[in-house]
């Protein structure tokens, strides 16, 4: 069973940053796009960030300049690291991978349960 697993989230002060981490395992033959999703209290879920198999980026607005995204594909592991966090950063964050069991198989969908990331004074 292909499962994602994040770690890596907590409670930190605006200006403080924090490293997200989310692994892939199971049987998987490839995986295309990677991405971060965050959903903040009351809203709904957002794309943050997201990498393509060829290590392509591109980001949400509200992230720009303070969050980069990067993956690892040795080890089916893709990161967030986040700078200059700000009280609108808080959220919970899901890791999410487009996943292909065999070659003539399309991908699929994968979520992470999330992790919770809170930044406050």
């Known amino acids: 069973q292909v499962q994602l697993v994040e770690s890596g989230g907590g409670l930190v002060q605006p200006g403080g940053s924090l490293r997200l981490s989310c692994a892939a395992s199971?049987?998987?033959?490839?995986?295309?796009?990677m991405a971060w999703y965050r959903q903040g209290p009351g809203k709904q879920r957002e794309l943050v960030a997201i990498?393509?198999?060829?290590?392509?980026?591109n980001y949400a607005d509200s992230v720009q300049g303070r969050f980069t995204i990067s993956r690892d594909n040795t080890k089916n592991t893709v990161l967030l690291q986040m700078n200059s966090l700000k009280p609108e950063d808080t959220a919970v964050y899901y890791c999410?991978?487009?996943?292909?069991?065999?070659?003539?198989?399309?991908?699929?969908?994968?979520w992470g349960q999330g992790t919770q990331v809170t930044v406050s004074s």
């Open positions: 199971g049987r998987i033959y490839s995986i295309n796009g």
């Open positions: 999410n991978a487009q996943i292909r069991l065999s070659l003539m198989t399309p991908a699929y969908d994968t």
């Open positions: 990498i393509t198999s060829g290590g392509s980026t």
